[in-house]
Nanobody, 121 residues
Framework: QVQLVESGGGLVQPGGSLRLSCAAS????????MAWYRQTPGKQRELVAR???????TYADFVKGRFTISRDIAKNTVHLQMNSLKPEDTAVYYC???????????????WGQGTQVTVSS
């Protein structure tokens, strides 16, 4: 099995910063893409940022220039540095990872449990 453990969420004032982390553990042969999504009540989960196995990054327009995604391949960890936070960034943030559990297995997609980010004065 594969476990994703997220950390770093919390309450921050507008203009502040938070750093989210997600560590993957368990039966892992390799990890390809790692990403962060977010969701607010009544809305669909939306992609925030994604980093490929080669290090290429993709960002949603609403976070470009403010958020930075990075990964530590050796530690199977992905981070999301969030700067200049706005109240509209308030959401539950989810880690998402594509994992091959063995050299012969197909790639499967896993979700973390989510971490709450609240931006409010």
């Amino acid at each position: 099995q594969v476990q994703l453990v997220e950390s770093g969420g919390g309450l921050v004032q507008p203009g502040g910063s938070l750093r989210l982390s997600c560590a993957a553990s368990g039966s892992i042969f390799s990890i390809s893409a790692m990403a962060w999504y977010r969701q607010t009540p009544g809305k669909q989960r939306e992609l925030v940022a994604r980093v490929s196995s080669g290090g290429s990054t993709t960002y949603a327009d609403f976070v470009k220039g403010r958020f930075t995604i990075s990964r530590d391949i050796a530690k199977n960890t992905v981070h999301l540095q969030m700067n200049s936070l706005k109240p509209e960034d308030t959401a539950v943030y989810y880690c998402n990872v594509d994992v091959r559990r063995t050299i012969a297995s197909m790639t499967l997609n896993y979700w973390g449990q989510g971490t709450q980010v609240t931006v409010s004065s």
